[in-house]
């Protein structure tokens, strides 16, 4: 039996020790920081996981060139979302339509049956209107929800800052909460 | 008595996301209110996003490490004189042509430095002939070829090859691929086919460890070849040897 055992092996065999660049571990921080609202704006763009995944390493490869020439550092965020949006809209023109969004399931178990049925009508409301909206409102309010500042919400999507604030109003009214 | 001016909802929603002073100062209880509807929205948008758009994200550990490893072949931006050296040598090279190759003898060992899967000698020796068929997916072949810097990889030139094959316990990750040029050298994919084949008959016969062919395998396997066959150069026969199928 242990004859066997010494043979069982599951592992990656060394690699040549060799240590990234300041910039390249500068770039896989921001990676790890970035990854996750990045991608899921890709996502509800319409894009596949693996196609967002592909897109997010081309993003910061470019980053990384980016950094590397000293080109400007300030709002980086709004440049990898900048960059993540415009490459992404370009796959997605490669790609056939997505499917519809999945049925809406509420799981909060602090809702009696009631007031799920009445949650679940509201947001398929607001759904509803929400999926009417013209892309680019889409997009503003998805990068708000993200965290992104007005700076860097017009920075991404190439708009001014009164066109930012003018279009989170006007869509926040639209989605506004029906009294019960 | 001076009318009081209400702030538009556009001028609410500055204030609330912190764009434009601060929430706190203002005054006006109608203005409150519907900052609070406002707010409300947004509260209500979240949890549409939370429920509806948000899709559950995957591990990301292995994008980050496909990053990192991209990150260590890239090259940092140059300055104007490496391209004009660079264009030198271009222009030299098409003076006099040479043989030119994108991919060695010998995989990068920074990118596939050989990966092997939990299994044990008596399972290597039992595995069937699909396993020895076994060909990467063309997504992990594609993403071998770009870690490797080859664009548009020509059909029949290259065999997306496990460094440490399946049939010696190698893994299906793309640490354990690299595209082996079938003709630009005498040490190409079928003559690793050959070496491979040599090295599972040791092992299954008792003459050889299983970690120890998994390890000569991975750190030179042309050296490897060299210490099993006992030649310098390939055996002739070993050269025309057809195993696996090209990259297509």
């Known amino acids: 039996m242990s004859a066997i055992r010494s043979q069982v092996v599951d592992w990656v065999w060394p690699q040549t020790a060799e240590k990234a660049s300041p910039v390249a571990e500068e770039v896989s921080q921001l990676f790890e920081e970035f990854r996750g609202p990045v991608l899921r704006y890709m996502v509800s763009l319409g894009l596949p996981m693996q196609d967002a995944e592909d897109i997010l390493q081309e993003v910061f490869l470019s980053l990384f060139h980016h950094l590397s020439k000293g080109k400007p550092r300030d709002n980086l965020r709004g440049w990898v979302f900048r960059v993540g949006h415009n490459l992404a809209l370009k796959r997605r ?26 949650a679940r009508r509201e947001q398929a409301r607001m759904l509803k209107i929400f999926a009417a909206l013209p892309e680019r ?44 | 008595m001076k009318s009081h001016k209400h702030f538009t909802d556009e001028e609410l929603l500055c204030l609330l996301d912190g764009e434009a002073g601060s929430p706190e100062a203002m005054h006006c ?37 496909l990053l990192r490893a991209r990150l260590k072949l890239e090259k940092p931006a140059r300055h104007y004189w490496h391209w004009v050296a660079v264009g030198l040598v271009v222009a030299l090279s098409l003076l006099w042509p040479g043989r030119r190759t994108v991919a060695s003898d010998l995989p990068d060992n920074r990118i596939t430095p050989g990966a092997t899967r939990l299994i044990a000698r008596e399972q290597v020796c039992v595995l069937s002939a699909s396993e020895d068929d076994r060909k990467p997916s063309k997504a992990l072949a594609m993403q071998v070829f770009e870690l490797y810097g080859i664009r548009n990889p020509q059909p029949r030139r290259f065999e997306v090859d496990y460094l440490i094959a399946p049939t010696l ?14 003709s630009d050298s005498i040490w190409n994919s079928r003559v690793k086919d050959a070496l491979e ?8 016969q008792g003459e050889m460890d299983l970690a120890v062919a998994q390890s000569e395998i991975a750190r030179n396997w042309v050296a490897a070849y060299q210490k099993h066959f006992r030649t310098a150069v390939p055996i002739e026969a070993h050269a025309l040897f057809v195993k696996d199928k090209p990259w297509e």
Request: hydrophobic letters at 40%; glycine letters at 6%.
């Open chain 2, 29 to 65: 209880w109608q203005c409150r209110v519907r900052m609070a509807e406002l707010e409300k929205s947004v509260a209500a948008f979240v949890h549409l996003k939370q429920d509806r758009l948000d899709v559950a994200l995957p591990s990301g550990d292995g994008p980050a490490s």
């Open chain 2, 169 to 182: 316990g190698g893994a299906d990750d793309v640490r354990n691929l690299w595209p082996q040029p079938y």
């Open chain 2, 197 to 204: 084949d040599l090295l599972r008959a040791k092992v299954c």
């Open chain 1, 137 to 180: 409102d889409r997009c503003c309010v998805l990068l708000r929800a993200e965290g992104l500042r007005y700076r860097e919400i017009a920075a991404t999507l190439n708009l001014s800052l009164g066109t930012v604030s003018g279009t989170l109003a006007r869509v926040l009214i639209r989605l506004q909460v029906e009294p019960r």
């Open chain 1, 93 to 118: 023109q490669s790609l056939k339509p997505t499917d519809p969004l999945p049925e809406l399931t509420l799981t909060d178990p602090g809702l009696n049956p009631e007031e799920e049925t009445a």
